[in-house]
């Protein structure tokens, strides 16, 4: 599965509709209705973010982050909205994902470090890429969640 993907980085204003429908699209059914989690997820941050993901042939997204600009979310960039749709779990699909956003990121603000809101059951899957989790656990949306950094710079 992995070797036909096309991975694609654009910031807001390079998303044409479609791609913005389909991501959207994605993050309701894995967020929303998976989760059982109704929020607000139009946040008003997409508009300051690069958005990162892989589609298969027929254009459906299989797996998406958005990239949060410094001082948006956190001091920090920001890696948020991470997914992997329903048909793409299992595959590996979603390590290559935050390998390939975590390098998305540096490569567009350099080395810096990355913040992000992780479920707290995903801790160990987050430590893979070199985040650490930081100060106490808290409720995001009714889901127990922790703040993790993967600190670049000295």
Known sequence: MLEHLDWTLKSWDELSLDEFYAISAERIAVFVVEQDCPYQDFDGKDQVSHHFWASN????????LRIVNPGVSYEEVSIGRVLTSNSAR?????????????????????????????????????????????????????????????????
Do not use: C, N, W
């Open 57 to 64: 042939s027929q254009g459906e997204v299989l797996a998406y």
């Open 90 to 154: 299992g595959t590996g699909l979603g390590i290559a994902l935050m390998q390939k956003g975590v390098e998305a990121s540096l490569k567009l603000y350099g080395e810096v470090d990355i913040k992000i809101s992780a479920q707290q059951y995903l801790i160990k899957y987050y430590e893979k890429f070199g985040f650490v989790a930081v100060g106490e656990g808290y409720l995001e949306d009714d889901i127990p969640h922790i703040a993790m950094i993967r600190k670049t710079k000295g």
